[in-house]
Nanobody, 121 residues
Framework: QVQLVESGGGLVQAGGSLRLSCAAS????????MGWYRQAPGKQRELVAT???????NYADSVKGRFTISKDNAKNTGYLQIDSLKPEDTAVYYC???????????????WGKGTLVTVSS
C-alpha cells in the first residue's frame, strides 16, 4: 500500500509564491514518475507538471516559467514551486505518482487527496 499526502496550499495574494509538497509513504520500491494536476471549480482536472525518475520534466503552457517541479528521492517527496501566482491558478492541486510496490512489485498510479490553492487579487 502507498499513500500520497499533499501540503502547502493556502490563500495567497496574486504575485506571491507557494511551495507544495507531496509526501509518499508505504511499501515503496521505486517511484518511476511524479506529477501535479489541478482542478478548478466547474472544470476538469488538468495536468500541471510531470517529472520522471530520469529527471525529465514537462509543464502545461499556462504555467511555464512560473512553476517548477522537483523531488527529493531520499525523502520520497515531490515539490511544486509556484511563483507569480495568478487568480486563475486557484484550484485544488493533486499529486500523482507512479509507484512500484515493494511488497507486490506491481506498478500503479496513486493520487493524493489534494491541497487547495486560492489566489486573491
Amino acid at each position: 500500500q502507498v499513500q500520497l499526502v499533499e501540503s502547502g496550499g493556502g490563500l495567497v495574494q496574486a504575485g506571491g509564491s507557494l511551495r507544495l509538497s507531496c509526501a509518499a509513504s508505504g511499501s515503496i520500491f521505486s517511484i518511476n514518475a511524479m506529477g501535479w494536476y489541478r482542478q478548478a471549480p466547474g472544470k476538469q482536472r488538468e495536468l500541471v507538471a510531470t517529472s520522471t525518475s530520469g529527471g525529465s520534466t514537462n509543464y502545461a503552457d499556462s504555467v511555464k516559467g512560473r512553476f517548477t517541479i522537483s523531488k527529493d528521492n531520499a525523502k520520497n517527496t515531490g515539490y511544486l514551486q509556484i511563483d507569480s501566482l495568478k487568480p486563475e491558478d486557484t484550484a485544488v492541486y493533486y499529486c500523482n505518482a507512479r509507484v512500484k510496490d515493494s511488497k507486490t512489485l506491481y506498478t500503479m498510479d496513486y493520487w493524493g487527496k489534494g491541497t487547495l490553492v486560492t489566489v486573491s487579487s
